[in-house]
């Protein structure tokens, strides 16, 4: 099966100017994430989205991030006006929500978009 | 969010098994240990998961501690491609009700040939 497929791959801007990284999940996916990896660090949830809607964006600074998911499939994350610590690697997941009690909701990520915000 | 504790780094030669410990002292009934890892320039990517017994799959092996309280990750046979980032996770669920992956630091593994 075809992966989750994330773009662009590279992106330097200067601060104050805006961003959007786009991510196509697995066919059939319902669930979709986006993570922010700041070089040395692990993963960090920003936003969780469940078909369409949101479920988890307790993370994510709305003040300069914004996300959608429309038609429940592909999804765009914007970043208007970028900050110098807004430079890290986007990272998109998917997965088949298998419910709660399943314990085997196995996320599969693309290869994340790196930003550079000079 | 529940919390792990992992090494920061650990090395091991090639073909030898690795065991990789992790520390989940606060884990509760209903968290899933997960283990991902992320080779460089990659995202993660999952490798194995478990509840309370042990499990096996073809890229790994995980054993649980009978009080839960630690798991290790072991690589039966190491290879040159499996240097990388490894991640344990505990899957929650959050107080909005989803399922919740909180990574760490996780633990760089080094192969020397």
């Known amino acids: 099966e075809a992966g989750v497929a994330q773009s662009p791959r590279y992106k330097i801007i200067e601060k104050r100017q805006s961003v959007a990284f786009w991510c196509n999940p697995i066919s059939g996916h319902a669930t979709l994430y986006w993570y922010q990896q700041i070089l040395g660090q692990g993963p960090k949830l920003l936003i969780q989205f469940q078909n369409n809607g949101v479920v988890d964006d307790s993370q994510l600074p709305k003040d300069r991030f914004s996300a959608e998911r429309l038609k429940g499939v592909d999804s765009t994350l914007k970043i208007q006006p970028a900050k110098l610590e807004d430079s890290a690697v986007y990272l998109c997941?998917?997965?088949?929500?298998?419910?709660?009690?399943?314990?085997?909701?196995?996320?599969?990520f693309g290869a994340g978009s790196r930003l550079t915000v000079l | 969010d529940a919390k792990t504790t992992q090494p920061n780094s650990m090395e091991s030669n090639e073909e030898e098994p690795v065991h990789l410990p992790c520390n989940h002292s606060t884990i509760s009934g209903t968290d899933y240990i997960h283990w991902y890892r992320q080779l460089p320039s990659q995202g993660p990517e999952y490798v194995i998961h478990?509840?309370?017994s042990n499990v096996n799959n073809r890229m790994a092996s995980l054993a649980i501690a009978e009080d839960r309280k630690s798991s290790t990750l072991i690589l039966h046979r190491a290879t040159l491609r499996d240097a990388a980032v490894y991640y344990c996770?505990?899957?929650?669920?959050?107080?909005?009700?989803?399922?919740?992956?909180?990574f760490g630091t996780g633990t760089r593994l080094t192969i020397i040939p």
């Open positions: 478990g509840l309370t």
């Open positions: 997941a998917s997965s088949l929500f298998a419910g709660l009690s399943s314990g085997a909701n196995v996320l599969t």
């Open positions: 996770i505990l899957r929650e669920i959050s107080n909005f009700g989803n399922e919740k992956l909180t």
